[in-house]
Nanobody
């Protein structure tokens, strides 16, 4: 029933920052888990960050200290704040949510880091 819609992807140079957004048709605090995955060309889909409703966020080692998950319950939206971007961050980023009985995926937004 819930639908997720990403936005904010684009072309950015190494070292710069970018914010991705995920808007949910359901209230974000109704999910038990929210977060982001990504899939780079020729690579497997990998977890970027997952956050439990009442727990701490779990970040991939490759983005630890550079990416931050932010939630806005008023707007039913969560964000991925990305800084110090690297070439290897280039990927399709997909927002993700989990409820007690289902998982939800966005269609993805392209992030390209290039000089």
């Amino acid at each position: 029933q819930a639908q997720l819609m990403e936005s904010g992807g684009g072309l950015v140079q190494p070292g710069e920052s970018l914010r991705l957004s995920c808007a949910a048709s359901a209230k974000s605090f109704s999910f038990t888990t929210i977060g982001w995955y990504r899939q780079a060309p020729g690579k497997q889909r990998e977890m970027v960050v997952l956050g439990k409703r009442y727990g701490s966020r779990n970040y991939a080692d490759s983005v630890q200290g550079r990416f931050t998950l932010v939630r806005d319950n008023v707007k039913n939206t969560w964000y991925l704040d990305m800084s110090s971007l690297k070439f290897e961050d280039t990927a399709v980023y997909l927002c993700y949510a989990e409820s007690s009985d289902a998982t939800y995926w966005g269609q993805g937004t392209q992030v390209t880091v290039s000089s």
